[in-house]
């Protein structure tokens, strides 16, 4: 059945319409989260699937079809822009830790697409459905087509022009999403969680899009992560590791940081306040095989998994446990200042009474040990092993019982 001009130009007007009620409904959900102190990220999570997913595809798909019809009648040139600049603030949205600034950042994306789409409601569709030389019904077929089989990335590519990572990325969390979108969401997130390992140190800015990419994609997973090692048996005592009141940004970098400072046979509690789903396949991607993963309390306001290292696991954080009888190294002169004492703190709490790790650090961990004295004073020993003047190595032990 053949489509009248009339239907066409309507069809392009709820198209419209439906997005821009799509990402205020989005915004919204933001603002309501972050007002009721709510966690937020899954609700900035959304907004950037659903641009990434809805929004920019259809804008890049105005661009092949219907703009180079209606070049003569209005400036392409600054509604291009636009689109542009959605993208970029999805990438700003994606990199924001503080709920108030996620807020702004994601209404000010619904009310950017809201004035783009009435403009080119006002002016360029009227000018289309005027003119008689164009075909609108046509123009809506090519426009259906470019959607459904875009292979190039949204305008966000040009905007970092030369930008091959970025590109490639942009591509690949397009065909994550499709394979989702297929049936396929443990795959894709599994192809995007292999995507963060492999960006993590060289490009962090992209790997914080790929994070945002994975809570959507794990929203369309049913079940528990699969691929944690099966011999994971938690234990009766760990410490807590509650991220609740970090920023969003640093709290998959502090959970990794906490893995890093166990020793074999040792793990920690994490206690979120939202599904770490996402999490666990970052952890697949670059510790297969290495980790344990059990949910203790899941949900539906607290989360509570045991991340644990299996006692044969080798350490990722310069920890020498070749030797049974040897106390391991947790060398933590590579780990952010800001993060040391807890991870060292983490790492006391996981011993067996009698049992020691070495400390190497890049200074005299004298401050530390005050802090030893004040929360462990006559439960801990503390031999200094090498005092400079580049390396210290302090022996710290748990007394036994």
């Known amino acids: 059945m053949a489509v009248t001009e009339a239907e066409a130009y309507a069809a392009m007007l709820a198209r419209r319409k439906a997005l821009d009620e799509g990402l205020k409904e989005r915004a919204d959900a933001v603002l309501a989260a972050v007002t009721s102190a709510r966690p937020y990220e899954m609700a900035v999570a959304d907004v950037i699937t659903y641009l990434a997913e809805e929004v920019l595809p259809h804008a890049t798909a105005e661009e092949k079809a219907i703009y180079p019809a209606a070049a003569k009648h209005a400036d392409i040139g600054e509604m291009t822009t636009e689109h542009v600049f959605l993208s ?9 830790t503080d709920g108030p600034a996620a807020v702004e950042q994601a209404r000010q994306i619904a009310d950017l697409f809201s004035a783009h789409a009435a403009k080119e409601n006002e002016v360029l569709l009227s000018a289309l459905l005027a003119d ?43 065909g994550a999403a499709a394979l989702a979108r297929a049936g396929g969401a443990d795959r894709a997130c599994r192809i995007a969680a292999s995507a963060w390992a492999a960006l993590r140190e060289p490009r962090p800015d992209l790997a914080v899009k790929v994070t945002a990419a994975l809570h959507g994609l794990t929203r369309k997973v049913d079940g528990p992560v699969a691929g944690a090692a099966p011999d994971s048996v938690p234990v009766t005592v760990d410490p807590n590791l509650d991220v609740r009141d970090m920023p969003p940004a640093q709290r998959h970098v502090t959970i990794f940081e906490a893995y890093d400072a166990l020793l074999p046979g040792t793990g920690f509690v994490l206690v979120n306040d939202h599904d770490p789903k996402p999490l666990g396949y970052q952890f697949e991607a670059e510790h297969a095989g290495g980790f344990t993963w059990d949910y203790l309390e899941n949900g539906p306001e607290v989360w509570r998994v045991r991340i644990g290292r299996p006692a044969a696991a080798a350490p990722t954080a310069e920890v020498d446990a070749d030797a049974a009888d040897e106390d391991p190294d947790l060398d933590v002169r590579q780990v952010s200042h800001g993060h040391r004492h807890g991870l060292i703190f983490t790492a006391y709490r996981s011993l067996r009474p009698g049992r020691g790790f070495v400390l190497v650090n890049d200074h005299d961990p004298r401050p530390l040990k005050y802090q030893f004295d004040a929360s462990h004073a006559g439960e801990f020993t503390w031999d200094y092993l090498e005092a400079g003047p580049k390396v210290w190595r302090v022996r710290i032990g748990r007394t036994a019982v």
Do not use: I, K, N, W
Not at 146 to 163: I, L, N, V, W
């Open 88 to 96: 970029v603030a999805s990438s700003r949205l994606a990199a924001l």
């Open 132 to 174: 008689e030389s164009v075909d609108l019904a046509s123009l809506l077929g090519e426009m259906h087509r470019y959607t459904e089989h875009a292979s190039t990335p949204a305008p966000a590519a040009r905007f970092q022009d030369g930008d091959l990572q970025a590109e490639l990325l942009s591509l690949l969390l397009q």
